[in-house]
């Protein structure tokens, strides 16, 4: 279970929010929005455990983050606004090394299912430099997929992507909810997800 | 893990090729600049020679390092580093690793040539190799730490020359004084070994410190 | 009585507490220093070596102390501030590192003026000019370093790694300087003999001592004060302050 308790931010000597609170249970999902500047992205990056709060404290099942560290980290997934892919390396490489990295090797039978899946079929061979945006996205999405983790804190997944990949990502995000998963996202666009559990959290 | 963050830099690397040899073409301006300030009488240059190729050295290792993470930092592979369940000191220490093959070694392996142009002997010119073999890993993990620090900072490319020549200083006194202790007919064993104390001292704690810094830039 | 030191580790009151403390730290620093300036310039006899061009040590030599130890004081505040995550300390090491690198720049310029009629030039590459050189680098690099980062936090954080980092390499360098000094003897002209002091002397730069002391309290205190008006801008203690019209 994911818990905020009292969650501050200041950046630089601006207060973008404070006595935030929430909690996630298995299952359940977490959609956070608000204006742009209110603190979104702050907000995912303290939950992945990026940065401290400036007050109160974020925890998992129980227990801060903080003293969790790599242990939180291997139950969870982030993908923010930087896809976190590389130009020079092509697209299975790229997931083959990201997911090493997030502590699941896979192989490259493995890597190319996963990439039929999310629709880059073909394209495994590429250097990601030559891809579309919203094919760079898909790349660094694969990874949900490929790393069997809880969690997945996700900024903004649906942008760039068109009709039928954000269709993909929905079914996707809904399977992994009915496996016991937990998201977290933000997202401008209505998106219907079905989910048992789903909570909204407005930052001003 | 560690052995595929090393993978992918040298990976990278390849596929950068112009980046490995701009580094190493600097150094071997550098080097060839002072023949043609300070003229060309043999004797001066031999005395100057230890000197010349180090300093040169660490402004090449210097003008690499902004590399070592900002592209990381920039297309986000940084941040899924640090929420890595891998301990981000051995990644750290992997990166440092990969950049010392990249950048470093090439020096080492180019400097003997250098030398020949100061007309250094022949054991000179292995002492040189040696010093410069230990010397410069020790330059890449202490320049890992200024690295992290200046990380997408205005400047940072000179911001972190200030930040990490100083700590270099120890590195370039014992580096180029073991080539003319060996050149005066001296011991020049406890350089070395000196270098070498550097060398595990900074293997053990610079990538801890780098890893911290890099998780303050990011916050 | 027990005094709550506590109460003092907030901004808020550490700025009033401070705002009391500057006057008199200032009125110790004017007064010991129009005195040892009187002991070192009128009472000190000449010396029979150097003449009257050693008066300098009344500057130099507290000037090179204060500078060592206000790096070793600005890296502690600043470990302080990383380790416990109070922000005042590291407000006092982003204080200290000016006044330390003008006592470290002070040292210099007065050891080169000191050099010329001793050794007829103004600088030599001697191991404690050399060190301290490089001390004013490392300050540089603090101070650039801090000064390139805008979020106060990160500053404070970085700022704090790179002087412990500093402060463990200063002996090595500090060593490593003295090595190459002695590998290179024919440059040097030995300055450590310590010629036996008249006692009037030795009092002379003592009371400079506690002078640039006082000195460096006052202006860092000042300087603390600044910074936290600065960064405490948007709270409500400071609102309140520039209703009142005091800032």
């Not at chain 1, 697209?91 to 039978?109: K, P, Q």
């Not at chain 3, 808020?12 to 002991?39: D, E, N, Q, R, T």
């Not at chain 3, 050189?133 to 805008?150: E, N, R, T, V």
Request: charged letters at 10%; glycine letters at 8%; proline letters at 4%.
């Amino acid at each position: 279970m994911l818990q905020g308790i009292e969650v501050a931010c200041v950046r630089g000597d601006r207060e973008l929010f404070k006595g935030v609170n929430f909690s996630l249970e298995m299952g359940g999902l977490l959609q956070v929005s608000g204006p742009n500047g209110s603190g979104k992205t702050s907000l995912l990056r303290m939950m992945c455990g990026l940065s401290l709060p400036a007050s109160g404290e974020i925890r998992w099942n129980g227990v801060s983050i903080g003293t969790l560290s790599e242990e939180y980290f291997a139950c969870t997934t982030y993908i923010g606004h930087l896809a976190g892919v590389k130009d020079d390396l092509t697209v299975t490489e790229n997931l083959c090394i990201s997911s090493a990295m997030a502590g699941f090797e896979i192989s490259s039978d493995d890597a190319s299912n996963v990439l039929n899946t999310i629709g880059l079929g073909g394209r495994e061979h590429l250097p990601v430099k030559v891809l579309s945006q919203g094919q760079r996205r898909r790349v660094a999405l694969a990874r949900l997929l490929a790393c069997n983790t809880t969690l997945w804190v996700l900024d903004e997944p649906f942008v760039a992507l068109d009709v039928a990949a954000v269709q993909l990502l929905r079914e996707i995000l809904e399977r992994h909810l009915q496996q016991d998963g937990m998201v977290v996202m933000t997202t401008h666009q209505e998106i219907d997800i079905n989910a048992s559990l789903i909570t909204q959290l407005q930052l001003s | 893990m560690f052995l595929w963050i090393i993978k992918r830099d040298l990976l990278l690397a390849v596929r950068r090729r112009s980046d490995v040899l701009i580094t190493l073409f600097f150094f071997v301006i550098v080097v060839s600049l002072f023949p043609l300030s300070v003229g060309p009488e043999m004797n001066l240059l031999r005395t100057m020679a230890p000197g010349v190729v180090w300093v040169a050295a660490l402004l090449a290792s210097m003008l690499s390092l902004n590399r070592m993470f900002s592209s990381d930092y920039q297309d986000g592979t940084l941040e899924q580093m640090l929420i890595s369940p891998q301990s981000l000191s051995f990644l750290v220490l992997g990166k440092t690793l990969a950049h010392w093959l990249v950048t470093g070694l090439p020096l080492v392996l180019m400097a003997p040539v250098l030398g020949i142009q100061y007309d250094l002997p022949g054991d000179a010119l292995f002492v040189l190799v040696i010093s410069l073999l230990i010397g410069t890993p020790v330059l890449s993990l202490i320049g890992a730490i200024g690295a992290a620090l200046t990380l997408g900072l205005r400047g940072g490319g000179v911001l972190v020359s200030l930040l990490v020549l100083p700590l270099y200083i120890p590195i370039l006194i014992f580096g180029s004084g073991a080539v003319e202790a060996n050149m005066a007919g001296v011991d020049f064993a406890a350089h070395l070994s000196l270098i070498g104390a550097f060398f595990f001292v900074s293997l053990v704690f610079a990538p801890w410190v780098a890893a911290w810094s890099l998780r303050v830039s990011l916050e | 009585m027990a005094i709550n030191w506590f109460k003092y580790s907030s901004p808020a009151s550490f700025y009033s507490l401070a705002g009391k403390m500057i006057p008199l730290f200032a009125a110790a620093a004017i007064i010991l220093l129009i005195m040892g300036l009187y002991v070192g310039f009128f009472v000190a006899p000449t010396d029979f070596q150097q003449g009257e061009a050693y008066r300098i040590i009344f500057i130099h030599v507290p000037a090179a102390w204060m500078s060592m130890f206000l790096y070793v004081v600005m890296a502690c505040w600043a470990g302080f501030g990383l380790a416990f995550n109070t922000r005042l300390s590291s407000m006092m090491a982003t204080a200290i590192a000016p006044t330390g690198a003008m006592f470290t720049f002070l040292a210099l310029w007065t050891g080169s003026l000191w050099g010329k009629p001793m050794w007829g030039t103004w600088w030599v590459w001697d191991a404690r000019l050399t060190s301290e050189l490089i001390l004013l680098f490392l300050y540089i690099g603090f101070m650039s370093l801090q000064a390139a980062i805008d979020d106060p936090r990160r500053a404070d954080k970085a700022g704090a790694i790179i002087a412990l980092v500093g402060v463990v390499n200063i002996p090595i360098i500090y060593f490593s300087v003295q090595w190459w000094n002695t590998l290179h003897q024919g440059a040097s002209v030995s300055v450590n003999q310590a010629p036996a002091m008249a006692s009037t002397m030795l009092m002379g730069m003592l009371i400079m001592v506690f002078a640039s002391w006082m000195y460096s309290i006052a202006v860092i205190l000042k300087r603390v004060r600044i910074i936290i008006l600065e960064r405490e801008s948007h709270t409500a203690w400071v609102a309140e302050l520039q209703k009142e019209g005091v800032v």
